[in-house]
């Protein structure tokens, strides 16, 4: 048996969400307001991602003053550059930014500003595809990414276009190594907070940590449910979670295995089933599992690579 990452990882999981705005750019409540928000709902640790661009005076908010014993905060932004072949404005996600990281420059492209951004030490996310109708092409872009944002709960509030995973899912047949987190985007100018998060494998909640935990990929995103663990025997999965009515494992095509029915706690699925069916001649080098509960939350894996195991 094999427990897989994070879930073997020594220490605990922490919960934040790793994208959402203040008044320094164009949220309703001032940054202690949002941070405060955070700690009253349970979150273990925030990031401000304010809009980096000259309308706003480039912010990067720093939130070190509302550290305490029991809560953190990650230093970031959300950065724009042009341009998508949708013609707008790129939105990519830095956890990790320097205070003092430079503002764009006319001619840098969004690709350009990742790059400047991962070089400081920043974990790098494609935000919101659906909503910023990316194509492939623009996936391909953004070469440095660590991550694309599976879920934004601002998104799918206020317009239905939430999620990620068809541009994560083709990055991942062609062999990049991503992972999928899950955010509020959130701008308290109506209820679009608290529907998506991180959970963080680390041994401390220290921002350091955290943001090498991201990086590493050890850390699963949800709306709800909780994924307890993730464990390989030769060919079966095991997926342990708290009481949800689907435990399903997805790949690079149209296979899957699962198991449903009612407040169910664990899942042994047979991924040899993934390699089978109707006309497939092709094998899936990633998987990943998903649970969802009852009223439909979901709880999503990072993607599992075969030949790391």
């Keep these: ?164 995973f068809y541009l ?19 701008h308290f100018h109506h209820d679009d907070h608290f529907g998506g998060w991180v959970h963080v494998k680390a041994e401390a909640n220290d921002p350091d940590l955290l943001l090498e935990a991201l990086k590493q990929g050890h850390y699963y995103s949800s709306q709800g449910p909780l994924i307890h663990e993730v464990s390989l025997d030769r060919k079966e999965l095991s997926v342990t979670s708290s009481p949800v009515n689907t435990i399903v494992v997805v790949c690079g095509h149209s296979r899957t295995v699962m198991r449903i029915g009612k407040s169910i706690t664990s899942a042994t699925l047979d991924l040899s089933k993934l390699e089978r069916g109707w006309l497939l001649n092709k094998q899936s080098p990633w998987f990943r599992a998903v649970v969802i509960d009852q009223a439909g939350k979901r709880a999503w894996s990072n993607p599992i690579w075969k030949d790391d195991l």
């Design 168 to 186: 994560l899912d083709q990055l991942l047949n062609e062999g990049r190594r991503l992972s999928a987190f899950a955010t509020d985007d959130a």
């Design 1 to 164: 048996m094999t427990d897989l990452s994070p879930f073997s990882l020594p220490g605990r999981f922490w919960r934040g969400n790793l994208h959402t705005h203040s008044t320094l750019s164009d949220g309703a409540l001032a940054p202690d307001k949002v941070v405060q928000a955070y700690k009253d709902a349970g979150y273990d640790f925030m990031m401000l991602s304010d809009h980096f661009i000259d309308h706003f005076g480039w912010p990067v908010a720093d939130t070190r003053s509302f550290r305490s014993n029991d809560f953190t905060t990650i230093i970031g932004s959300e950065l724009h550059a042009p341009e998508t072949s949708a013609g707008e404005l790129w939105h990519i996600v830095a956890a990790g930014l320097p205070l003092d990281f430079e503002p764009c420059a006319p001619e840098e492209t969004g690709a350009q500003v990742a790059r400047r951004a991962a070089d400081a030490g920043a974990f790098i996310g494609i935000a919101h595809p659906a909503w910023s109708q990316l194509t492939i092409e623009d996936g391909r872009a953004i070469d440095v990414a660590h991550a694309v944002e599976i879920y934004n709960h601002g998104c799918a509030v206020e317009c239905d276009r939430g999620e990620g």
